[in-house]
């Protein structure tokens, strides 16, 4: 098998010798769609063959048609099975609020479902695409990934029933895209954003409920949509309650950048400050700014010293209606660190107007200007 030049052919290689070395009666991976869990799956499959069983849990939280779309993508080079367990992550997780207690609930559930399919199939193993950002944030304190196991002291056998074989756990998002390719996996997987684990359970930000999860739904396939050809890393719509207070104190700092003023949403969001994770305050800029390039800036006079995690700039708004959405675009090689691509003003005002038509359940819409840090790229 060949190797890009940029991925360490020892640390693959050493990889599949490990895995030679195993005894494996069956091994269960269990399919996102993404390029880690995908290309984990498909390079173990080149090893044990069929006693390789891969599953899509459908866990409620996916995007529009996404189990049937993934199976169909992916028919060529891997059997997959469908399982829908959503109304089992409905019933553990509706009514959440916390960030950090839906991504710990969500992992609970997840690998609860996962262990009973194990048993079922008689699989001893589990596959899973960790790579390296995932169990750097995590034992970080940043943020719970949920493929995160082992390494923050887990013991699977005992607790789940399997063993973990990890096969990506030293690469990063680049690297792991190049031996995607080395290996025959499918281009719109290869090229496909990232997409948490959780899903849009945590893109329906603070209190999780099933109207929630439609907006989020429905904002986001607007939006994968209509930013799909723009060369970025990732691109989402993530919503909550349109619930705000004026903040006299950060309008102040913004004085002289424009006709802008500053508002806090009553929901908090994650951020990175230093090497660590904070959960801090949403602001909403709403007004005129001298000029457009300003609005790229507003992180560096709001984010800084204060404790707010993300600097949203408010495209268009109505007056009526319950939700806010925002819309989150990032450019990044490694997604440890996130640029806000500078996108135009009136491709923005277009996804916003589409958005704001298309669901009246929804009173304003805006775009996230923040980077990472101080911001994280998702909101919980």
């Given at each position: 098998?060949?190797?890009?030049?940029?991925?360490?052919?020892?640390?693959?290689?050493?990889?599949?010798?490990?895995?030679?070395?195993?005894?494996?009666?069956?091994?269960?991976?269990a399919i996102s769609g993404g390029v880690d869990s995908t290309t984990a799956a498909i390079l173990t499959r080149r090893i044990i063959g069929d006693r390789l069983r891969a599953v899509f849990i459908d866990t409620?939280?996916?995007?529009?048609?996404?189990?049937?779309h993934i199976k169909e993508i992916l028919r060529a080079v891997l059997p997959l099975e469908i399982i829908n367990a959503s109304d089992r992550f409905y019933r553990e997780m509706l009514g959440?609020?916390?960030?950090?207690?839906?991504?710990?609930?969500?992992?609970?559930?997840?690998?609860?479902?996962?262990?009973?399919?194990?048993?079922?199939?008689?699989?001893?193993?589990?596959?899973?695409?960790?790579?390296?950002?995932?169990?750097?944030?995590?034992?970080?304190?940043?943020?719970?990934?949920?493929?995160v196991l082992e390494q923050v002291g887990i013991?699977?056998?005992?607790?789940?029933?399997?063993?973990?074989?990890?096969?990506?756990?030293?690469?990063?998002?680049?690297?792991?895209?190049?031996?995607?390719?080395?290996l025959g996996v499918p281009s719109e997987?290869?090229?496909?954003?990232?997409?948490?684990?959780?899903?849009?359970?945590?893109?329906?930000?603070?209190?999780?409920?099933?109207?929630?999860?439609?907006?989020?739904r429905r904002a986001t396939d607007i939006v994968e949509r209509r930013l799909g050809n723009m060369g970025l890393s990732q691109w989402f719509a993530a919503t909550w309650e349109y619930d705000t207070v004026p903040s006299s104190e950060l309008s102040r700092v913004v004085n002289g950048l424009g006709d802008l003023h500053v508002e806090l949403f009553s929901i908090r969001a994650t951020g990175v400050k230093g090497d660590a994770r904070s959960y801090g305050h949403v602001a909403l800029v709403r007004g005129y700014p001298v000029n457009w390039d300003v609005i790229y800036e507003?992180?560096?006079?709001?984010a800084t010293t204060s404790d707010v995690t993300h600097v949203i700039y408010e495209l268009m708004g109505r007056g009526v209606g319950k939700y806010f959405v925002s819309i989150r675009a990032i450019v990044t090689d490694d997604f440890m660190t996130a640029d806000v691509p500078r996108l135009s003003r009136e491709i923005l005002m277009d996804v916003?107007?589409?958005?704001?038509?298309?669901?009246?359940?929804?009173?304003?819409?805006?775009?996230?200007v923040t980077p990472k840090p101080p911001a994280t790229i998702e909101y919980e």
């Amino acid at each position: 098998m060949n190797y890009p030049l940029m991925i360490s052919i020892s640390a693959i290689d050493k990889v599949i010798e490990n895995m030679r070395s195993l005894h494996i009666n069956c091994a269960l991976a269990a399919i996102s769609g993404g390029v880690d869990s995908t290309t984990a799956a498909i390079l173990t499959r080149r090893i044990i063959g069929d006693r390789l069983r891969a599953v899509f849990i459908d866990t409620g939280f996916m995007r529009l048609n996404e189990p049937e779309h993934i199976k169909e993508i992916l028919r060529a080079v891997l059997p997959l099975e469908i399982i829908n367990a959503s109304d089992r992550f409905y019933r553990e997780m509706l009514g959440l609020s916390d960030a950090e207690e839906k991504r710990t609930r969500f992992r609970e559930v997840f690998y609860t479902v996962l262990s009973e399919i194990a048993k079922e199939y008689d699989c001893d193993w589990l596959v899973q695409g960790t790579i390296a950002p995932d169990w750097i944030e995590t034992r970080g304190g940043i943020k719970t990934q949920h493929n995160v196991l082992e390494q923050v002291g887990i013991d699977t056998a005992s607790k789940y029933g399997f063993k973990l074989i990890e096969p990506l756990k030293d690469l990063y998002k680049d690297q792991v895209r190049e031996l995607a390719k080395s290996l025959g996996v499918p281009s719109e997987i290869v090229n496909r954003q990232p997409f948490p684990g959780p899903g849009l359970s945590i893109r329906a930000v603070g209190e999780l409920t099933l109207e929630k999860l439609d907006v989020a739904r429905r904002a986001t396939d607007i939006v994968e949509r209509r930013l799909g050809n723009m060369g970025l890393s990732q691109w989402f719509a993530a919503t909550w309650e349109y619930d705000t207070v004026p903040s006299s104190e950060l309008s102040r700092v913004v004085n002289g950048l424009g006709d802008l003023h500053v508002e806090l949403f009553s929901i908090r969001a994650t951020g990175v400050k230093g090497d660590a994770r904070s959960y801090g305050h949403v602001a909403l800029v709403r007004g005129y700014p001298v000029n457009w390039d300003v609005i790229y800036e507003l992180h560096k006079y709001l984010a800084t010293t204060s404790d707010v995690t993300h600097v949203i700039y408010e495209l268009m708004g109505r007056g009526v209606g319950k939700y806010f959405v925002s819309i989150r675009a990032i450019v990044t090689d490694d997604f440890m660190t996130a640029d806000v691509p500078r996108l135009s003003r009136e491709i923005l005002m277009d996804v916003a107007e589409e958005i704001l038509s298309n669901d009246n359940r929804i009173s304003s819409v805006g775009f996230d200007v923040t980077p990472k840090p101080p911001a994280t790229i998702e909101y919980e």
